[in-house]
């Protein structure tokens, strides 16, 4: 007999997986927390180029020989 225990997210003790139902595989979940993971740091890193761009209209001009200053 091998021990099938695992934590219960929801109840938030331990039981035995094949008792409560549970049929998945570890690599399933490796993969999901990858995969979500790596959707997670492109969220930020598109969110820190938006928040990297300089707010505001047009840069202004330089001044040239011929313009009046205000």
């Known amino acids: 007999y091998q021990r099938r225990v695992h934590g219960d997210i929801d109840e ?18 490796s993969w999901a927390i990858k ?15 938006i928040m990297a761009k300089q707010a505001g209209g047009p840069k202004p001009r330089d001044k040239g020989p011929g313009d009046e200053e205000d």
Do not use: E, S
């Not at 331990?14 to 998945?24: E, I, N």
């Not at 997670?40 to 820190?48: E, G, Y």
């Open 35 to 49: 995969l979500a993971t790596d959707a997670a740091i492109t969220v930020l890193r598109v969110d820190q180029i």
């Open 12 to 29: 938030g003790t331990t039981k035995d997986m094949v008792d409560a139902g549970v049929f998945d595989l570890a690599l399933a979940k």
